[in-house]
């Protein structure tokens, strides 16, 4: 396993996209489901706009702790850019996605944030993307689709997707 070098214990952008290139070959190969989950902490930006940048990587760590303990130790969790993270989930198709992304929702409820922050103002957005039954396409369609999906959700809603071969 290689060096997770951010302070969250997660890989970095270009660690994780290595790996999940490598992922991406193992289920071409051997035609198992692969997800490509992509997650937002709506209402971040107007968290670190109040209460600073520090209570802002105070939140995300204690976001990353649960996503931890909510994922298995086969799956791939990074840091991307604005704030996003990525997890990548071999042997998940789309209700195993479903599940995830509830419970780690019903987890951002639960975390304890400073007084003063509106009740409600964090939620959970995801998009995923889906590789399953062997169709030809590059590892990069697979992110590209969860960006996608992502970016269709409204705050706090999940959109899935199957990618489409190349």
């Known amino acids: 396993m290689t060096t997770q070098e951010n ?3 997660l890989y970095s952008q270009t660690q994780i ?3 999940m290139k490598t992922e991406f070959s193992r ?5 198992y489901e692969l997800t490509c989950l992509l997650l937002e902490i709506s209402g971040i930006g107007a968290f670190r706009d109040q209460f600073g940048f520090d209570p802002k990587e105070d939140l995300c760590a204690d ?3 649960h996503l931890q ?3 298995r130790s086969c799956d791939y969790l990074g840091r ?3 704030d996003k993270f990525l997890a990548i989930l071999p042997h998940t198709g789309f209700e195993g996605t479903g599940a995830l992304v509830d419970r780690l929702r019903v987890m951002l409820s639960t975390i304890e944030l400073p007084e003063g922050a509106p009740a409600g103002g ?5 998009g995923s993307s889906h590789f399953q039954d062997g169709a030809p396409m590059f590892f990069d369609a697979l992110l590209d689709g969860a960006e996608a999906a992502l970016q269709t959700a409204e705050p ?3 959109v899935s997707q199957k990618s489409s071969p190349q």
């Open 69 to 71: 303990i909510e994922t």
């Open 27 to 31: 289920a071409k190969r051997y035609k």
């Open 122 to 126: 964090l939620s959970l957005t995801s």
């Open 80 to 82: 991307m850019m604005d």
């Open 7 to 9: 302070f969250d214990g």
């Open 156 to 158: 706090g809603a999940h």
């Open 17 to 19: 996209r290595h790996l």
């Open 63 to 65: 976001f990353v702790k």
